[in-house]
């Protein structure tokens, strides 16, 4: 499986961002898509996953600012970034995992990282 992301950059506190990540390959019919970021000096850490099904899943600390999404058809998975902080600049990593399994346990594919930067 081979992810593709898309849709860094550069913003000012309080602008949006949406990032987008193409699966290709083998993919599993039923998989769990998703993204970690990792902020420069910290550990590479679980943003947000989705299902093939549906049933998103975020983070406390991106709730009520980040949306996660999916088109099947496309086997692309979409993060929607609103209200963005200083704070959630880091590098984005999308990930994917077969069937509904959890992503925040364990991560079978990488994607290239995509940088997003949040200036104050």
């Known amino acids: 499986v081979q992810l593709q992301a898309s849709g860094g950059g550069l913003v000012q506190a309080g602008g949006s961002l949406r990032l987008s990540c193409a699966a290709s390959?083998?993919?599993?019919?039923?998989?769990?898509m998703g993204w970690y970021r990792q902020a420069a000096g910290e550990e590479r850490a679980f943003v947000a996953s989705?299902?093939?099904?549906?049933?998103?899943n975020l983070v406390d600390a991106v709730k009520g600012r980040f949306t996660i999404s999916r088109d099947n058809a496309k086997d692309t998975v979409y993060l929607q970034m609103n209200s963005l902080k200083p704070e959630d600049t880091a590098v984005y990593y999308c990930?994917?995992?077969?069937?509904?399994?959890?992503?925040?346990?364990?991560?079978?594919?990488w994607g290239k990282g995509t940088q997003v930067t949040v200036s104050s």
């Open positions: 990930a994917y995992r077969k069937f509904s399994r959890d992503l925040r346990t364990g991560v079978e594919y």
């Open positions: 390959g083998s993919i599993f019919n039923v998989n769990t």
């Open positions: 989705i299902r093939t099904g549906g049933h998103p």
